[in-house]
């Protein structure tokens, strides 16, 4: 039975003073707990302790939770980043080379998916869409530099086809229903070159692709990230033809790291090597944990000296 009572900001300051959190300045602490939430912020105290249940090591801050908050936010934010090239690189690459095959509409032809459901699911999802934007009022383009999007237009510009070409569609999708749609692609060639397109093969794109969309969904509902367990990871590719670390061991040497942030990092490079060769990424995910020495790297599972690895670009070329 749940029977914790709700308490005032300064009730529950005091109750991680009690644990060991020193706070200098209290109306400043409040106002973070007003604006940030306790129970949000409780996870980061928590990194802080000792090893025994709510007991803080000692001389932990209230500054020192909120600047472990803050560098989580950053990361957030850093990985996604990556996350959005490569999800608008899948986009593309599955409208592209089935457009050129089957024509724009192709998505509408169950002969192109290899489970009915996905493609049951992916038309419902498209005619949801159009039917919301319908009863939407038509989007207004006030000034030179304003556009109606594309799907307002088709709309509002054509009644043939009732479903619009896949370049407008696999815009207005979730990124859960353009995963679906690329593991259940029935052309096994088609989704070979989709992958290869991202420097990958199709059984290591899926596998990311499922890890991406966790981190994806933690980072967009703000969620801890740095330390998380993520449930969820990346495969690790056995093929030469993927660009991967020069010294792999550093992950599986010590099994613990694959459920951690770090593999999915260097999966983010990987296909960034490919769509995005000149990206900055690399070296501002460097600096940004470089910027935070405070954090302990071990609770994303990144091992020391992960740059020197000739894998990640540093960016003095650029």
């Not at 302790?49 to 803050?70: M, P, Q």
């Not at 569609?169 to 690329?182: A, D, P, S």
Request: hydrophobic letters at 40%; proline letters at 6%; glycine letters at 6%.
């Amino acid at each position: 039975m749940y029977a914790k009572p709700a308490l005032d900001e300064a009730a529950l300051l005091a109750r991680w003073q009690e644990r060991g959190l020193q706070i200098s300045d209290e109306l400043r602490a409040q106002r973070y707990l007003r604006h940030i939430g306790y129970y949000r912020l409780s996870a980061y105290v928590r990194s802080f302790e000792t090893g025994e249940r709510d007991i803080l090591r000692d001389g932990t801050e209230f500054n020192d939770v909120l600047g472990l908050y803050v560098f989580d936010r950053r990361l957030r934010l850093h990985v996604l980043d990556a996350i959005e090239r490569v999800e608008i690189g899948l986009r593309a690459a599955i409208t592209d080379h089935m457009a050129l095959i089957a024509g724009p509409h192709w998505y509408e032809d169950g002969v192109h998916f290899a489970v009915q459901s996905v493609h049951d699911r992916l038309l419902g999802d498209v005619d949801r869409m159009l039917t919301d934007q319908r009863r939407r009022r038509p989007e207004t383009a006030l000034g030179s530099d304003r556009f109606a999007s594309a799907l307002d237009h088709y709309v509002a510009t054509f009644d043939e086809p009732s479903r619009p070409p896949t370049w407008i569609v696999f815009e207005e999708l979730t990124f859960g229903t353009t995963m679906l749609v690329y593991d259940v692609l029935a052309d096994k060639r088609v989704k070979s070159s989709i992958a290869a397109s991202l420097g990958v093969v199709p059984p290591v794109l899926s596998s990311w692709l499922k890890s991406y969309q966790r981190v994806r969904n933690i980072c967009a509902h703000h969620g801890r990230l740095w330390n998380r367990g993520l449930g969820v990871y990346p495969v690790l590719p056995r093929s030469q033809s993927i660009r991967w670390l020069v010294q792999p061991t550093v992950i599986t040497a010590e099994p613990w790291r694959r459920q951690r942030l770090y593999p999915v990092l260097v999966s983010l490079q990987t296909i960034l090597h490919t769509i995005s060769p000149s990206s900055t990424w690399a070296p501002r995910l460097r600096d940004l944990l470089e910027a935070s020495p405070e954090v302990p790297l071990r609770g994303m599972g990144i091992p020391e000296g992960w740059f020197t690895d000739p894998f990640w670009p540093d960016g003095s070329t650029r």
